[in-house]
């Protein structure tokens, strides 16, 4: 339902991207410096999450960007046809032995992607990332990639968000436009030990989100218990949990769990999900700001039933 009602979308949205790049903004216009900015948004009715299937058409009406509270100029939106995803499915190898029961729906993902996504496969074991299948357009090969979790606690880590690092570094080679994390984890960052993680700022999570917003890549999260989680209880898999929240949040993902439970299937995620990259696209705009730090980013819609999901900013070094 989805794949046959996105192009109706495509061809509305095209109105609002076809925006002169040749032509001269205001700031041009009154030689103030630029630079170009590109950051992943998704864009959705509240009424279509809620029914979890695309409708034919959504009126977004007009569409700006705030950079630190000020109007910036809009240069194009790369929809869907126009720029095809890259797409990183990273996996916490320490997880539960229960997870291996949602591999199936998680090929089925793969394989029902879009002609010329490109997917990456990996696993985090030990901080690290162990790659299983670089960046491919080859969805069945990416599918097949996927293995078996060993369930136990060999393979507990300093958490995941290291792993998410360096799956971020393997976007580099690959052209500007949408592209997007579905990390499987716990979100537990154990690097300081599990008895003291109550309440303490993760450094790792800090550097994942800061990166992922300088790269333009939204990460997407579903929570499955792993070894230590599943051990320690509530409290500590609500720290975890939060952890992936902020992730999603700060990144222009979403993150998905049920409750404090690890979910029975992953197939209500995986609809959503296919929902909000069915619908999510690359803004290029221009930034009149050229202090080095941290940009607060608004992207916001005329129409008050539209529901825009994009980062919260990014770090300009």
Known sequence: MIKRLVPAFVLFLAVISEVSISAQTPAERNNQKVRTVIIPISIYTKQEMRQGQAEEYVQADQLTVKEDSEDQTILSIRTVTSSPLSLAILIQDDLTSDFNLQLKDLQKFIRSLPRGTRVMVAYIRGGTLQIRQRFTDDLERAATSLRILAGTGAASSNGPYGGVREALKYFDALPAGRRAIL??????????????????????????ILQAQRKSVAVYSIFSNGVLTARSGDPIVTFGQGGLERLSDETGGRAFMQGTLPPVSILPFIKDLNLLLSRQFALTYLSTHMKKGYHKVQVLSTNPQVKIEHPKGYFYR
């Open 183 to 208: 990390l499987v984890s716990d979100g537990l960052d154990a690097s300081q030990g599990v008895s003291v993680l109550s309440g303490m700022p993760s450094i790792e999570l800090d550097r994942a």
